[in-house]
């Protein structure tokens, strides 16, 4: 059989994977991007009908590409953005192939590099790229027995309301994806639980400016001043219709029950734990959190901002935080589904290197892996909290690049 050699194969063509074509190729590295669909197709496929970008076109890009005929302000419905991703590829004339399922990465044996098995042959490469991003196995906790005849599907499987069965739904976690499903079903018009968990909530936009411009401003998207209350929790903005700031009293009061965290089934009871308040109002201290700091940034540096004291009224607590429901008869609630909508898992069971802690998490430092010549590009906080998102993805996927062409001129170097 024969094999084809690279110096650097990219595993995976979506915003990770180009973004580490871009970089490679302005540094005259030889690479191959392998995907085992189409480009960018987790969001053409693994997503709901309705999803858009958690963040404005003027920002969610890469540097070397607006959205065309999209207004800067909107955020871009999911189609849209894998048409963008496919249109930077065609750009770059990125070596991306499609339909090339990869299958096993292991060392190779007495000798520098790697041997790749895929779908499509084996390549030989000194460096291997992760780009698989982190959605990668959808998660959901094992409560509810296949017997007790609930519908159940993961966030990544739904696709509008119309697919479910009649009758209420339960949808566990309350970051991006569980409140605009929420929502979305309860104007369908669904009856509707929403068990709510930690989470982070921020404004959407404050005093004329959108959360994201606000990250940048305040420093918060480089998290030099870390909060360890809101690190690892769900992270609760959305473009959805427009742009609007989550807001749990908002959906209570538009009909969306609001439960605690989902902790057991038993014998067709769904029982849930105490805290929905203090969830709640923790979330609304993390969101009145960014108004005081954009205040004092606006202060301190004389903008002429809006005043918005509109964002600092929350609406009157809604009867579900008066009285938390702490279980529900799923028969008599009507409930026929449960949505998880809970994450995802990595799934690096074709990495076979050393590049893994003792848990089975990528061991790295900025996406270099303890394996020399493994990295890995696109998960949450890989550097810092942008790193899982358009923006973020392009300038770590830069460093890495740099990185590689610093090593190959380490294994290139002849003694004279």
């Known amino acids: 059989m024969s094999v084809e050699k690279i110096n650097t194969l990219v595993i995976g063509a979506g915003q990770a994977g180009i973004a580490m074509s871009e970089h490679l190729s302005q540094m005259d590295v030889p690479h191959v991007v392998l995907e085992r669909s189409r480009i960018a197709e987790r969001w053409r496929s693994e997503r709901w009908d309705s999803l858009v970008a958690n963040g404005p076109a003027w920002h969610d890009r890469f540097p070397g590409l607006k959205f065309e005929g999209v207004d800067p302000e909107a955020f871009p419905p999911k189609e849209r953005v894998a048409d963008y991703f496919e249109d930077y590829a065609k750009m770059l004339n990125a070596p991306v192939r499609t339909g090339v399922n990869v299958t096993k990465v292991v060392h190779n044996e007495g000798r520098p590099g790697f041997t790749v098995t895929t779908s499509e042959g084996i390549f030989e490469a000194d460096n291997v790229v992760a780009a698989t991003g982190p959605f990668q196995r959808p998660r959901y906790p094992n409560i509810i027995p296949e017997s007790s005849g609930i519908h159940q599907l993961h966030s ?124 709640i109002a923790d979330g609304d201290e993390a969101y009145f959190d960014v108004l005081r700091e954009a205040d004092a940034y606006i202060e301190q540096n004389g903008l002429s901002f809006p005043t918005e004291p509109e964002a600092w009224e929350l609406l009157p607590d809604p009867d579900c935080l008066k009285q938390p429901i ?74 890495i690049a740099d990185h590689i062409v610093i090593q190959n001129g380490y294994m290139n170097y002849k003694k004279p």
């Open 156 to 279: 990544s499987s739904y696709k509008n309301p119309g697919q479910l069965p009649e009758g209420a739904v339960l949808v566990v976690g309350a970051g991006a994806s569980g409140t605009q499903i929420a929502e979305e079903l309860r104007q369908s018009g669904k009856k509707v639980y929403l068990s709510v968990g930690e989470h982070y909530r921020p404004p959407r936009s404050y005093r004329g400016r959108d959360y994201v411009w606000w990250l940048g401003a305040l420093g918060l998207w480089d998290e030099v001043k870390i909060t360890p209350k809101k690190q690892h929790v769900a992270f609760a903005v959305s473009g959805y219709e427009g742009g609007r700031t989550v807001d749990f009293r908002r959906l209570a009061h538009m009909g969306v029950n609001l439960v605690g965290i989902t902790k057991s089934w038993n014998e067709g009871v769904l029982e849930f734990r105490e805290g929905l308040t203090k969830n």
């Open 326 to 399: 702490l279980s529900l008869n799923a028969e008599e609630a009507g409930i026929t589904t449960v949505l998880w909508a809970t994450g995802f898992e990595l799934d690096y069971s074709w990495l076979q290197v050393n590049a893994f802690d003792e848990n089975g998490q990528p061991f790295h430092k900025r996406g270099i892996s303890a394996e020399s010549g493994i990295y890995f590009l696109g998960l949450p906080n890989l550097v810092n909290r942008a790193s899982s998102f358009i923006y973020g993805v392009w300038h770590d996927a830069k460093y």
